[in-house]
């Protein structure tokens, strides 16, 4: 696949009082992740390091300011319809600042426990677990065939996907 179909990305998941912070993307039309329940992130720019574009997109999105944070792992999504992404995952329950509405869709902290019972990739699923393990650092791959996650490897090996991938309660 060309350079040009391979993109960089952030994801952050704040936490506060079991909850996290989800951007639930309902107001661009045409947008990849429509619907989906989603932490916050996006592209990097020109010249950025992930924590760069993780400091960056967690303001513009929320206005509110990073403090410190956990450099979880990185996912390296394949996809038939939308090119290989690497998206850089962060967590973090260290911020201040005043929330704002976010123009790419709706802020909501979502109790953890709710969190399955919300629209949300599959392979989200996975990797919220992981990071709910407090895993140290890993890699993630997620092989999509349109909607559907049709693989998954995590640091090299196979792992199970459906079911067996979701964050328990």
Same mark, same amino acid.
């Given at each position: 696949?060309?350079?040009?179909?391979?993109?960089?990305?952030?994801?952050?998941?704040?936490?506060?009082?079991?909850?996290? *912070?989800?951007?639930?993307?309902?107001?661009?039309?045409?947008?990849?992740?429509?619907?989906?329940? =989603?932490?916050?992130?996006?592209?990097? #720019?020109?010249?950025?390091?992930?924590?760069?574009?993780?400091?960056? #997109?967690?303001?513009?999105? !929320?206005?509110?300011?990073?403090?410190?944070?956990?450099?979880?792992? =990185?996912? !390296?999504?394949?996809?038939?319809?939308?090119? !290989?992404?690497?998206?850089?995952? +962060?967590?973090?329950?260290? +911020?201040?600042? !005043?929330?704002?509405?976010?123009?790419?869709?709706?802020?909501?902290?979502?109790?953890?426990?709710?969190?399955?019972?919300?629209? *949300?990739?599959?392979?989200?699923?996975? +990797?919220?677990? *992981?990071?709910?393990?407090?895993?140290?650092?890993?890699?993630?791959?997620?092989?999509?065939?349109?909607?559907?996650?049709?693989?998954?490897?995590?640091?090299?090996?196979? =792992?199970?996907t459906g079911q067996d991938s979701s964050l328990q309660s």
């Open positions: 696949m060309s350079r040009l179909n391979m993109r960089n990305t952030t994801l952050c998941y704040l936490e506060r009082d079991g909850r996290y *912070l989800m951007l639930h993307r309902v107001t661009k039309a045409g947008d990849l992740n429509r619907d989906k329940w =989603i932490g916050i992130g996006g592209k990097f #720019e020109e010249g950025e390091s992930p924590e760069d574009c993780l400091r960056r #997109e967690v303001l513009e999105e !929320t206005g509110l300011v990073l403090e410190s944070w956990r450099y979880c792992g =990185i996912v !390296t999504f394949v996809s038939d319809g939308w090119g !290989t992404e690497y998206m850089h995952l +962060f967590w973090s329950d260290a +911020f201040h600042g !005043t929330l704002r509405d976010c123009d790419e869709g709706v802020l909501e902290w979502i109790e953890k426990s709710e969190l399955l019972g919300k629209q *949300l990739w599959e392979g989200d699923r996975i +990797f919220l677990r *992981l990071m709910e393990e407090r895993r140290p650092f890993f890699s993630l791959k997620l092989t999509y065939r349109g909607d559907e996650l049709v693989g998954a490897v995590l640091d090299g090996s196979p =792992i199970p």
